[in-house]
């Protein structure tokens, strides 16, 4: 069993930063991809971001382009996303997700194509 721990969430200003971290329980080197996908109030879990943890391929949609940076340190089992420009629409809680084994380019936006699952952490940005 694998456990994500993300964090890094707060409140923060529109055009602000936060940087948000997810820690994986056990080495990530079996995993096809980790990333993030966000969910506001009374909306749907939609993706964010994602990268492949083998060759480092990230993946963006199209609302985060620019603004978000996800990288990864394999030696602390660890996913970041940078968060830059933030606007008063991003605010959510922002959830790490990781896939264990092989994932296709199709599913990788896929919020149901991933095995394990952080508890969330908010991020709020006023306007």
């Known amino acids: 069993q694998v456990q994500l721990v993300d964090s890094g969430g707060g409140l923060v200003q529109a055009g602000g930063s936060l940087r948000l971290s997810c820690a994986a329980s056990?080495?990530?080197?079996?995993?096809?991809?980790m990333g993030w996908f966000r969910q506001a109030p009374g909306q749907e879990r939609e993706f964010v971001s994602v990268?492949?943890?083998?060759?480092?391929?990230?993946y963006y949609a199209d609302s985060v382009k620019g603004r978000f940076t996800i990288s990864r340190d394999n030696a602390k089992n660890t996913v970041y996303l940078q968060m830059n420009s933030l606007k008063p629409e991003d605010t959510a809680v922002y959830y790490c997700?990781?896939?264990?084994?092989?994932?296709?380019?199709?599913?990788?936006?896929?919020?149901?194509?991933?095995?394990?699952w952080g508890q969330g952490t908010q991020v709020t940005v006023s306007s």
């Open positions: 056990r080495r990530t080197f079996s995993f096809g991809a």
């Open positions: 997700a990781a896939r264990y084994g092989y994932i296709s380019d199709y599913d990788l936006s896929n919020g149901n194509a991933y095995n394990y």
């Open positions: 990268i492949r943890w083998n060759g480092g391929n990230t």
